[in-house]
């Protein structure tokens, strides 16, 4: 049973900065997943933030680009998304997502709220 659990959210300030990470079990081989972050504010539609492809390479939404980076740790099986210079627009409900041959999976949610 693949199973996502997130921790990291929380409240901060505008400029500030947060780590999420992501600890996947459940799965034989974590390399080579498809797997990341997408967020969800209130009233709006779940969208991308970070995510590894299959391949290894990486994908940003624009919004984030230069201020969020993805990273995983192939030994911890765990995927981490370090936020930084956080805007009041960043405040969502992050989760962690992972693609096991061809069903998805998805972490609880964690909240992060930045103040302005």
């Known amino acids: 049973q693949v199973q996502l659990v997130e921790s990291g959210g929380g409240l901060v300030q505008a400029g500030g900065s947060l780590r999420l990470s992501c600890v996947v079990s459940g799965i034989i081989r974590f390399s080579g997943k498809t797997m990341g972050w997408y967020r969800q504010a209130p009233g709006k539609q779940r969208e991308l933030v970070a995510l590894?492809?299959?391949?290894?390479?990486?994908n940003y939404a624009d919004s984030v680009k230069g201020r969020f980076t993805i990273s995983r740790d192939n030994t911890k099986n765990t995927v981490s998304l370090q936020m930084n210079s956080l805007k009041p627009e960043d405040t969502a409900v992050y989760y962690c997502?992972?693609?096991?041959?061809?069903?998805?999976?998805w972490g609880q949610g964690t909240q992060v709220t930045v103040s302005s």
């Open positions: 997502y992972v693609r096991v041959y061809d069903a998805d999976y």
């Open positions: 590894f492809t299959s391949g290894g390479s990486t």
